[in-house]
């Protein structure tokens, strides 16, 4: 029990062009679901929490329009990654929480992003 | 700033060792500590310590937690190749403060 999947696992693609990154929670319902990044020999930073029907929180330093999050379900969180650059090349990683407590996070597979 | 400190960064073992992780904490209305294992991909969760002095078990892998000491231990025991990976501490104060990891190599 306790899925996460993302799709897609590995995206190329050319500067200037947006990439929408899907987080589902495959057998259980995602009050929250959290958006990381990690770069190489880096621990995962946590960029923004989303809650299923409102606004997602970011971190400071993260640019909400840049990166558009948007938790339309309780089973689906999509990140936006607009008008990427090189510097947005990173593994991004969602995890889903099942309850109130953030305690309890499952990890999806990772999406590895490079902008060309 | 809440922080978590992992030590080793990294280490190198040959299989059968034993091997002992390090993980101090300084998280403001501290609520619990996990442990959680990276190898290529996303973690994936070992263990969650929120009482003092009791230790989690699950095969080779155990873990404590020390609230006075504001530290914890995840040991392995008999490694094998398959435990290398990083391993991840973090506090939580329902807010997640990630500690660098520990980069594990065993070598047969």
């Known amino acids: 029990g306790a899925v996460v999947s993302q799709h897609p696992s590995w995206v190329i693609c050319k500067s200037g062009t947006s990439v929408k990154i899907e987080c589902r929670s495959l057998?259980?319902?995602?009050?929250?679901m959290f958006w990381y990044r990690q770069f190489p020999k880096q621990s995962l930073m946590l960029m923004a929490t989303?809650?299923?029907?409102?606004?997602?929180?970011?971190e400071q330093g993260v640019e909400k329009d840049k990166f558009l999050i948007n938790h339309a379900s309780l089973t689906l969180s999509t990140l936006t990654v607009t008008s990427a650059h090189p510097e947005d090349s990173s593994f991004y990683i969602c995890?889903?929480?099942?309850?109130?407590?953030?305690?309890?996070?499952?990890f999806g597979p990772g999406t590895r992003l490079l902008v060309l | 700033e809440d922080k978590v400190v992992q030590s080793p960064l990294s280490l190198v073992v040959h299989e059968g060792d034993t091997v002992t992780l390090n993980c101090s904490y300084e998280?403001?209305?501290?609520?619990?500590l996990l442990w959680y294992k990276q190898e290529k991909k996303a973690p994936t969760f070992l263990f969650m310590l929120t009482s003092s002095g009791i230790e989690k078990k699950s095969g080779r892998l155990s873990s404590i937690l020390d609230k006075k000491e504001l530290f914890s231990i995840l040991n392995i025991t008999a490694t094998q190749t398959g435990d290398s990976a990083v391993y991840l501490c973090i506090g939580s104060n329902y807010k997640l403060t990630f500690g660098k990891g520990t980069l594990l190599t065993v070598n047969p």
């Open positions: 989303s809650n299923e029907g409102s606004k997602a929180t970011y």
């Open positions: 995890s889903a929480s099942p309850g109130h407590s953030k305690e309890t996070q499952y």
């Open positions: 998280v403001t209305n501290f609520r619990s």
């Open positions: 057998d259980f319902q995602a009050t929250t």
